[in-house]
């Protein structure tokens, strides 16, 4: 089970196995597949793995279609990237094992921003060369 803060507040995810042949079904591609080429996920395949991981964590087919089409827009790509990134990574590897201690808030602050320097920085080079790729593969990684 992975948490994270999804619109107004910190919802579970699960892709469980159950969900495995609905999310090939709406992407046409196999689970090793979608697993494989997580650093090119479409738009397409990053909705339906929150979605269906909010489906997954007990949340009702109706709600989690509507939390993902409300708050799609609300949140950056990136985020989305990653919160299907970190719901398939718990499906394949399994949950994280709480081994470490949870940061503190100012600790997840002091992450946050240095992320959004290096996003902007990346952008910003781009913009100054003229190299897109930059922007993009450092917003991936």
């Known amino acids: 089970m992975h948490k994270a803060f999804f619109g107004d507040r910190e919802r579970d995810f699960s892709l469980t196995p159950h969900l495995i042949p609905e999310l090939e079904k709406l992407t046409g591609k196999e689970i090793t597949a979608i697993v494989e080429s997580t650093r090119s996920m479409g738009l397409a395949e990053m ?6 991981g909010l489906i997954g964590a007990g949340e009702h087919p109706k709600e989690a279609a509507e939390l993902v089409q409300t708050y799609l827009n609300a949140h950056p790509l990136g985020e989305l990237h990653l919160l299907a990134l970190d719901v398939l990574t ?6 994280e094992e709480s081994v470490f201690r949870e940061a ?5 602050v002091d ?9 902007r920085s990346a952008v ?3 913009a100054a060369t003229g190299d897109l790729s930059a922007a993009i593969n450092a917003g991936a990684a």
């Open 104 to 108: 503190t808030d100012d600790e997840k």
């Open 47 to 52: 909705v339906h793995t929150v979605r269906l």
């Open 90 to 95: 718990d499906l394949w590897v399994g949950p």
């Open 111 to 119: 992450a946050e921003r240095r992320v959004n320097r290096a996003a």
């Open 124 to 126: 910003q080079e781009a």
